[in-house]
């Protein structure tokens, strides 16, 4: 997730701070690697509206595959430098989901929606017969039902950091949420950019990372644009995301009832120093469905691809070959 303010669907605690000189700005080899690495950028037309995505691997259909969905505000390049961690086994995509990154926008939004581009996304962009979709924070709850919609065409479903709850419990983050004014316009790229914040707003040692994915978090614009909405009355840079996006958007409370009974093989990946790691709703999902698997990523808050990359790519890895081992990804 990311906008320049944090958000206020939960009460945020106290932000530890990491000294400037302890943040890491210069590319390590690894990443600039990782970036070098082909990809493609590719469209596909869900419910009328152009729906962008990245692919990465080559053109054997029958070879297993991932896609990852970002959260809140995001976009598919938070998963730029993890796709190519993964990519000498499988063939990997990550999704701009409508109204975010290079996606189009929509005059309205709903979970439905979302899972309809995340099937067709998953399988338009040739991951093999049964696609493994790993979902981050909201990007976890839109994944969650495409596996309502497509559980059974699905290899499995990797939530990270997005907490299922049971009914009584259930949090609507964005409904009776005021209505989100315009994102904020800037006058050159400089100034948005050092504007960008992560949320749930938390501290990141990997700078470098933070610097690639906000700069790829905006777009110019000229007075008189704006894709569907009220034409802007200024000119420069602002965020990607459409503001009137999550206006009335319903999450529900049939959440547990949908991960219980998914058609497919399911896991959850907390990182172990996010707010939304609990022993309580870690053993709630042990409890509702025992044969998906729960674990956490040492070292990781909420954002867990930015804080600890290779281990959230291992993880996703190892989820893999042992669904791939057991047959059901095929």
């Given amino acids: 997730m990311a906008f320049e303010k944090p958000q206020n669907y939960l009460t945020e605690p106290a932000v530890r701070t990491i000294p400037d000189e302890d943040i890491i700005r ?103 017969p049964k696609p493994v979709v790993v979902g981050h924070s909201f990007g976890g709850f839109t994944t969650l039902m495409a596996g309502k919609h497509y559980g059974d065409r699905l290899g499995g479903l990797i939530l990270a950091d997005f907490t299922v709850r049971p009914p009584e419990e259930a949090r609507e983050w964005f ?66 995301f459409d503001a009137e996006l999550f206006n009335g958007l319903r999450m529900g409370d049939d959440h547990a009832d949908i991960y219980r009974n998914l058609g497919c093989r399911g896991a959850t990946i907390f990182g172990l120093e996010s707010k939304d790691y609990d022993p309580a709703s870690i053993a709630f999902l042990r409890k509702i469905a025992p044969e998906k698997p729960v674990f956490t990523v040492p070292g990781a808050q909420h954002h867990i691809m930015l804080d600890q990359p290779h281990a959230f790519a291992a993880s996703v890895g190892a989820l893999m070959a042992q669904w791939e081992a057991e047959g059901a990804l095929d």
């Avoid at 006058?187 to 690639?212: M, S, V």
């Avoid at 000229?222 to 840079?237: C, H, I, L």
């Fill in 26 to 128: 210069h590319q390590p080899q690894w990443f600039r690697e990782a970036l070098a690495m082909p990809r493609e950028s590719r469209r596909v037309t869900v419910d009328g509206t152009s729906i962008h995505y990245l692919r990465w691997g080559n053109n054997d259909a029958s070879r297993p595959g991932i896609l990852f969905v970002h959260g809140n505000g995001a976009h598919a390049y938070w998963f730029a430098f993890i796709a190519p961690l993964l990519a000498d086994r499988y063939n990997v995509a990550s999704m701009d989901l409508g109204g975010m990154g290079d996606s189009e926008w929509r005059k309205s939004y709903s979970r439905d929606t979302f899972a309809h581009e995340i099937g067709a996304v998953a399988f338009d962009a040739g991951l093999g």
């Fill in 175 to 240: 409904l009776n949420d005021r209505r989100r004014k315009p994102t904020h316009v800037y006058p050159d790229f400089e100034t948005a950019k050092a504007r960008f914040r992560l949320a749930p707003l938390q501290p990141c040692a990997n700078g470098f990372i933070i610097d690639y994915i906000g700069a790829l978090s905006l777009r110019e614009i000229a007075v008189g644009e704006n894709p569907g909405r009220r034409p802007s009355t200024e000119a420069g840079w602002t965020w990607k």
